[in-house]
């Protein structure tokens, strides 16, 4: 079992920066993949960014490239997603998920099986 909850989330303005967490508890990294995952009003949950073995591959959607960087602080079991230049497009529920033992960093969200409850991140233009 893996449990997941993330934090971080607020009111910000375009051109800003937020920090997510996403403290897990019940397993290590080592052997899992975790993402980034946005889901906006009207709209499917969408990738935003993944990260696997210790950080040593990570993935990024397009719109983010440049702007959002993930990364693990392993010592705290905690996932991050760094977010600068933060656009209202960017308006979202952000939610964090964790793959089962030896998952693949994929962009696809039935490929992680543990979720968090997800924060809410808002861009003011």
């Known amino acids: 079992q893996v449990q997941l909850v993330e934090s971080g989330g607020d009111l910000v303005q375009a051109g800003g920066s937020l920090r997510l967490s996403c403290a897990a508890s019940?397993?290590?990294?080592?052997?899992?993949?975790m993402a980034w995952f946005r889901q906006a009003p009207g709209k499917e949950r969408e990738f935003v960014s993944g990260i696997r073995n210790f950080g040593q591959n990570t993935n990024y959607a397009d719109s983010v490239k440049g702007r959002f960087t993930v990364y693990i602080d392993n010592a705290k079991n905690t996932l991050y997603l760094q977010m600068n230049s933060l656009e209202p497009e960017d308006t979202a529920v952000y939610y964090c998920?964790?793959?089962?033992?030896?998952?693949?960093?994929?962009?696809?969200?039935?490929?992680?099986?543990?979720w968090g409850q997800g924060t809410q991140v808002t861009v003011s233009s």
């Open positions: 019940g397993r290590t990294f080592s052997t899992i993949a």
């Open positions: 998920a964790a793959s089962r033992p030896w998952g693949t960093l994929t962009t696809q969200h039935p490929g992680y099986f543990y």
